[in-house]
């Protein structure tokens, strides 16, 4: 989508943190949905991962119908590049294309946080959501069941080498 007048237009919008819905997982990692597609007209989703000391994190996988970015806050988590894992810090960034294999994980005993970006936006909320949900009521999940969900998601899991 493009602009096409001349003058430009007040169209910005302000989220104050407050407002911003958050998800704490049983693993302490909280998640917080910073811009969601419905904000941004579906261009793109930003989150905001913090995750504590070894909370651990998404093992290997990748996404068909769109692309995923990193970028360190703070401490030291460690990334999945499809090749093999390396610790990252503040101010690195990892980039995923469609098809991109990836994983992220917090498993040192200091905290760490990073911004998590979609592009083009889906409803990465709703596979977050569901993912809390789980973990909330201790629903057992079996293969057919996590298989199910992936699918909703667009998340193929693969086991990294």
């Known amino acids: 989508m493009s602009y096409s007048g001349q ?5 910005a919008i302000g989220m104050p943190a407050a407002a911003m819905e958050r998800l704490e997982f049983k693993t302490g990692t909280i998640g917080a949905f910073v ?19 070894n909370a651990g994190g998404a093992g290997g996988h ?7 970015a990193f970028y360190v806050l703070s401490g ?14 503040a101010g690195d960034l ?7 294999i990836h994983g992220f994980r917090n498993d040192v005993p200091e905290p760490a946080s990073m911004l998590i ?10 596979y977050f959501q569901e993912l809390y949900e789980i973990g909330r009521s201790g629903r057992t999940m ?17 086991e990294p080498a």
Do not use: C, K
């Not at 007209?41 to 991962?49: D, F, N, P």
């Open 7 to 11: 003058t430009g237009e007040p169209s």
């Open 35 to 53: 811009a969601t597609g419905a904000l941004t007209r579906g261009e793109y989703g930003l989150y905001r991962w913090e995750m504590p000391p």
């Open 62 to 68: 990748f996404h068909r119908t769109f692309s995923e």
């Open 76 to 89: 030291t988590p460690t990334f999945f590049d499809g090749r093999g894992w390396s610790r990252a810090g």
């Open 94 to 100: 990892l980039y995923i294309p469609e098809g991109g």
């Open 117 to 126: 970006l979609f592009s083009p936006r889906i409803p990465r909320e709703a």
């Open 142 to 158: 079996t293969d057919a069941d996590w298989a199910a969900l992936y699918a909703r998601h667009d998340q193929v899991m693969v």
